[in-house]
């Protein structure tokens, strides 16, 4: 299927085109582009993505004729990337601009390519885990693959960016980790684990919360406590031990008669 179309400021035509790739299967499956548009300097696109089988997960990329489709494109968002559920409205948007910088001129083919997502370790029951407090160790365990591999996991924040990382985790179906003291309290943490040899072997892990060791109620009242106790200290070396100032008594003046 292919568009051509412009783009303002540069891209003076776009023709795109849409090919996917599926592993071998019995089942039906297929991409079906509903809309492409161009909004600025990005490229829209709607599709629906259609698999007998609703069990089955994705991975997509695109991919532009400017390197001969051999790196996918990175300013990409919306409905790329792994672990692709089945269904339809979906939507990706590339930023073309970005991408290809404000000088560029000229025509671009595109290439969305799938195949089916198969995660290269598999965790267990990480989706049962909530929230991870910090400074608390907690037992990682998941289903290897190879085993001779080495793991990194890197801890994501809600806006996506590595806060911290983990390295040469060796691939034995266990590892204990701790969430450092300062990373921030907050919600959508997430691990990415790859394998250091092989960069196309990702897994994510559920959405988590990130959470104080001692909550902040427990050391405002800690806190509270220790002022209090400091106080009734100093008010009893103060008052109560060596006792209040006893008051002189006044003495007769000796020109008063009595």
Do not use: C
Not at 46 to 72: A, G, K, M, W
Not at 87 to 93: H, M, P, V
Not at 220 to 229: E, P
């Amino acid at each position: 299927m292919n568009f051509k179309n412009r783009l303002p400021g540069g891209i003076k035509i776009l023709l795109f085109s849409l090919f996917f790739i599926f592993l071998h299967s019995a089942y039906t499956q297929n991409l079906e582009i509903k809309s492409v548009s161009l909004k600025g300097g990005d490229v829209i696109v709607n599709y629906d993505l259609i698999d007998d089988d609703l069990d089955h997960r994705y991975t997509l990329s695109l991919y532009s004729s400017e390197d001969n489709y051999v790196q996918p494109m990175q300013q990409v968002e919306g409905d790329i990337g792994l672990d692709q559920p089945v269904g339809g409205n979906k939507r990706l948007i590339w930023h073309a601009r970005e991408e290809l910088g404000e000088e560029f001129k000229g025509d671009v083919a595109l290439e969305i390519k799938g195949k089916i997502y198969i995660p290269f370790v598999k965790l267990n029951g990480f989706e049962d885990i909530n929230a991870m407090k910090r400074g608390r160790p907690y037992n990682i365990t998941w289903v290897a693959g190879r085993g001779s591999n080495v793991l990194t996991f890197d801890l994501f924040n809600k806006n996506d960016e590595i806060v911290h990382t983990y390295t040469n985790i060796a691939n034995v179906g266990e590892y204990e980790l701790e969430i450092p003291k300062d990373i921030k309290p907050g919600k959508n943490y997430r691990f990415r684990i790859t394998d250091q040899k092989n960069k196309e072997d990702v897994v994510y892990t559920p959405r988590f919360i990130v959470k104080r060791k001692v909550p902040m109620y427990v050391n405002l009242a800690l806190l509270g406590l220790a002022g209090l106790s400091g106080y009734l200290l100093f008010d009893n070396l103060s008052g109560g031990e060596t006792g209040s100032p006893q008051e002189t008594p006044l003495l007769p003046d000796p020109s008063t008669p009595f």
